[in-house]
């Protein structure tokens, strides 16, 4: 069983940066896909992106191409979320998920263990 942390969420503003860190325990940790995703309130959870065990390949949500990068570092059971020119609708609780299927899949039901999620909040 592999369980996920995620740290960095804060308040900032618009067009500040933000880099969060999900950190497993367990094993197997570099074997596994890891996604992020996100959700605001009153909506459903969504892709934001995701990285292949090795480190690709990776996937972004459309919304975000450009601004996030995905990272990971399997040494320190590690994967980052790079967020750029942050805007208010990136407002949500973030979370991290890892799964064991290949292609890196986008949809939360190909996830297996989740972490408890960061909030960012972006002020305009």
């Known amino acids: 069983q592999v369980q996920l942390t995620e740290f960095g969420g804060e308040l900032v503003q618009a067009g500040d940066s933000l880099r969060l860190s999900c950190t497993a325990s367990?094993?197997?940790?570099?074997?596994?896909?890891v996604g992020w995703f996100r959700q605001a309130p009153g909506k459903e959870r969504a892709f934001v992106a995701t990285?292949?065990?090795?480190?690709?390949?990776?996937y972004y949500t459309d919304s975000v191409k450009g601004r996030f990068t995905i990272s990971r570092d399997n040494a320190k059971n590690t994967v980052y979320l790079q967020m750029n020119s942050l805007k208010p609708e990136d407002t949500a609780a973030y979370y991290c998920?890892?799964?064991?299927?290949?292609?890196?899949?986008?949809?939360?039901?190909?996830?297996?263990?989740w972490g408890q999620g960061t909030q960012v909040t972006v002020s305009s």
């Open positions: 998920a890892v799964s064991s299927f290949a292609p890196p899949p986008t949809r939360t039901m190909y996830y297996h263990y």
């Open positions: 367990g094993n197997f940790f570099s074997t596994y896909v």
């Open positions: 990285i292949g065990a090795t480190g690709t390949p990776s």
